[in-house]
């Protein structure tokens, strides 16, 4: 199993930037697909962006489609999610979750079975 810590949340702006980071440890990161997922309060859980274990596939939401980019750095053993342009309605705690997976990169949150504990993201108007 993969453990998972996210970083980077915060509070800021409309049209603002943040990273987010997942770091990852106790199994051999490059297995694993990675993806982001975020929840708002009185929402459900859902996906923002997936990566395939070594980096090739990227897969996106619709609502961030060219505002967020997600990446890897396998030596690293670290996923980053980089938001552009934030909105309000991208405030939420965001999730990185990992399965181990050569190929494939769910979109479902059933899908993964390891999680970290979130963080934060606030975008005032």
């Known amino acids: 199993q993969v453990q998972l810590v996210e970083s980077g949340g915060g509070l800021v702006q409309a049209g603002a930037s943040l990273r987010l980071s997942c770091g990852a440890s106790?199994?051999?990161?490059?297995?694993?697909?990675i993806a982001w997922f975020r929840q708002a309060p009185g929402k459900e859980r859902e996906f923002v962006a997936g990566i395939n274990s070594l980096g090739g596939r990227t897969y996106y939401a619709d609502s961030v489609k060219g505002r967020f980019t997600i990446s890897r750095d396998n030596a690293k053993d670290t996923v980053y999610l980089q938001m552009n342009n934030l909105k309000p309605e991208d405030t939420a705690i965001y999730y990185c979750?990992?399965?181990?997976?050569?190929?494939?990169?769910?979109?479902?949150?059933?899908?993964?079975?390891?999680w970290g504990q979130g963080t934060q993201v606030i975008v005032s108007s």
């Open positions: 106790g199994s051999t990161f490059t297995w694993y697909a």
């Open positions: 979750a990992g399965q181990d997976s050569p190929v494939t990169v769910g979109t479902a949150p059933a899908w993964y079975k390891n």
